[in-house]
């Protein structure tokens, strides 16, 4: 992120954040007045309502006591419920429905003592009916109120209902007797637009703004259809009544849920929110606006100091960062003034080092291979100056069988020395006996000690290389074979093989074991290291420069060793048909 980009996102954030604070504070508290007012109000509408519901019961009672007085003086509704007679048969059946009219209920039934209901003013037809649960269950409800479901020649309907009982002669009568509940007096109860009464009961439901509803199940209302009576923007509270379930014939649960709708509230709520949206996205603007240009101010020479920074290379210190600022940015550019004169002397000095180090890494090389060839034709002398000391005769013969040895160790030096004059040991590949190389590094180290060299070599082992490089790399490993014996007595053995390589291509394996001291598990991690040795006088680069030259020829090279038991190092070079 660039430092324009983070200048932009700080200063944004220090704009947008206390506003959209600010904006989400005042639309919760907002909020939270508004609904706690709305629930006070939804609160209030319940408390009225049951007080409604209470002088609505207390009126059906009034009547109640008006229909039992007057049902107790007429002789004609004696005569006809007590005395069965015929004559006034008619008079009983329309009794109920004169009495409900007068009275002003919209369900007026009389029954005997067994249940059979004598007069019905709702439903003229219902004589002979019987119906006994209805006023024990009325009897039973806490306040002797409850809605009940009345039946009528259209269709049933809802109403608020209590009973009374007279008694006349030697029968006891009850009166069963209600108001309708329907859209309009749920309407009359939720007084304002914006506040809606719904009624949910076992098997439909009803509310001040709908018609009655009814589900061809009976459906105990609980939580969930009471909260699917409402809008889900809503404030709801719930009024419990009993309701007598008549196809059942038992007492449940009827509620009426007063639901405050949140229209204004949310249309408030989304005025806020746009008027908010829009001071975000002005504010938003400026602060763009505001941030470009000051980033332009602050980032230019920022800007104009890095592409500087950028160009300084090692081959390339010569750029000038001289400012006359007085700032951070001109302190900054001075600074990198000074680092850049460092790194120009600093340079000259790392060119030094490195022509001293390449140099002395060079004479640490030739050294070490001059010497491993200086070592067989420092054998031979030595083994001519014993004959010639002990046996002077035998001196023509032993040089003349010597003599191929110290050719062969002169023609290597000299090879060695070609190579170096070109700074740079470039080898020069050809199909090379590995075999052969083998038997000459043998036969040049072969008397030197008391050391025993075992040859198992192959039929064929040609490999596509520098015969130079294979040589300095069997000479190092025999003679650090050879060192690892420690003058004791024990052999060192050389064998060569053809092992498969990838793609079935065979590959060319040497390997030079030893009976020596072994090795470590931490040595053999670091035998390939350069300057790592464990002898007293070594140089630590010989088996640096056996794996270097291994790899130049494109193969591969790894230890195994245990300690007190010897060490074993194979070598996998490509064979000459595969190159």
């Avoid at 008694?167 to 309708?180: W, Y």
């Avoid at 350069?530 to 794996?547: A, E, H, P, Q, W």
């Amino acid at each position: 992120m660039t430092f324009r980009t983070r200048l932009l996102v700080t200063f944004l954030l220090a704009v947008l954040l206390p506003l959209i604070a600010l904006a989400l504070f005042v639309r919760d508290e907002m909020t939270d007045r508004l609904t706690a007012q709305y629930e006070r109000r939804v609160e209030s509408l319940v408390a009225v309502i049951e007080e409604d519901l209470a002088q609505e019961s207390e009126a059906i009672s009034t009547s109640l006591a008006v229909i039992r007085k007057a049902v107790v003086d007429d002789n004609r509704f004696r005569r006809a419920a007590v005395d069965r007679a015929q004559e006034e048969r008619r008079y009983l059946l329309d009794y109920a429905g004169n009495a409900m009219q007068l009275t002003g209920l919209s369900m007026l039934q009389i029954q005997d003592e067994a249940g059979r209901i004598i007069s019905s003013g709702h439903f003229r037809n219902e004589y002979d009916r019987m119906e006994p649960e209805l006023p024990t269950l009325l009897a039973s409800t806490p306040e002797g109120i409850a809605l009940v479901q009345a039946r009528a020649p259209d269709a049933p309907f809802l109403a608020l209902a209590r009973a009374d009982s007279f008694q006349m002669g030697n029968k006891r009568f009850t009166i069963v007797a209600g108001l309708r509940v329907e859209r309009r007096f749920l309407a009359r109860l939720a007084r304002e637009a914006e506040l809606t009464v719904a009624l949910v009961y076992p098997g439909g439901m009803l509310t001040s703004g709908m018609d009655r509803s009814e589900s061809g199940d009976d459906v105990q209302p609980g939580v969930e259809t009471l909260r699917d009576a409402a809008p889900a923007s809503a404030i709801a509270r719930e009024l419990s009544v009993p309701f007598i379930d008549s196809k059942r014939g038992e007492l449940a649960l009827a509620q009426f849920r007063v639901t405050h709708r949140l229209t204004e509230l949310e249309a408030l709520r989304g005025s806020i929110d746009r008027w908010f949206l829009v001071a975000v996205a002005a504010a938003g603007i400026l602060a763009v606006m505001l941030v470009g240009w000051l980033a332009s101010r602050i980032s230019r020479p920022l800007v104009e100091l890095a592409d500087k920074t950028s160009r300084i290379d090692l081959d390339r210190l010569d750029i000038d960062f001289e400012t006359r600022r007085k700032d951070e940015i001109g302190s900054l550019s001075r600074l990198l003034g000074a680092m850049t004169e460092r790194l120009r002397a600093s340079a000259v000095r790392i060119k030094d080092a490195e022509r001293r180090a390449t140099l002395g890494e060079l004479a640490r090389q030739v050294n070490h291979d001059i010497k491993n060839g200086l070592t067989p034709i420092r054998n031979v002398f030595r083994h001519l100056i014993e004959l010639a000391r002990s046996n002077p005769k035998q001196l023509p013969d032993v040089f003349e069988e010597r003599q191929s040895t110290l050719d062969s160790s002169i023609s290597y030096l000299e090879d060695l020395a070609s190579n170096y004059a070109r700074l740079y040991p470039r080898s020069e590949n050809r199909p090379c006996d590995v075999n052969d190389v083998v038997q000459r590094v043998a036969t040049d180290l072969r008397g030197s000690s008391q050391v025993d060299l075992l040859m198992n070599l192959s039929n064929k082992a040609v490999v596509l290389g520098d015969p130079v490089s294979l040589r300095r790399v069997l000479e190092n490993l025999v003679n650090n074979a050879i060192d690892s014996l420690e003058s004791r007595p024990g052999n060192v053995a050389i064998s060569t093989e053809l092992v498969a390589g990838e793609a079935d291509r065979p590959r060319v394996r040497i390997t030079v074991a030893d009976t020596g001291i072994g090795m470590s598990a931490d040595q053999q991690a670091k035998v390939f290291d350069d300057f790592y040795t464990t002898k007293d006088n070594g140089s630590g680069l010989g088996l640096s420069i056996v794996r270097r030259l291994v790899m130049d020829l494109d193969g591969s090279i790894h230890v195994e060793s245990e300690e007190g038991k010897g060490s074993r190092f194979i070598i996998d070079l490509p064979g000459a048909g595969t190159a």
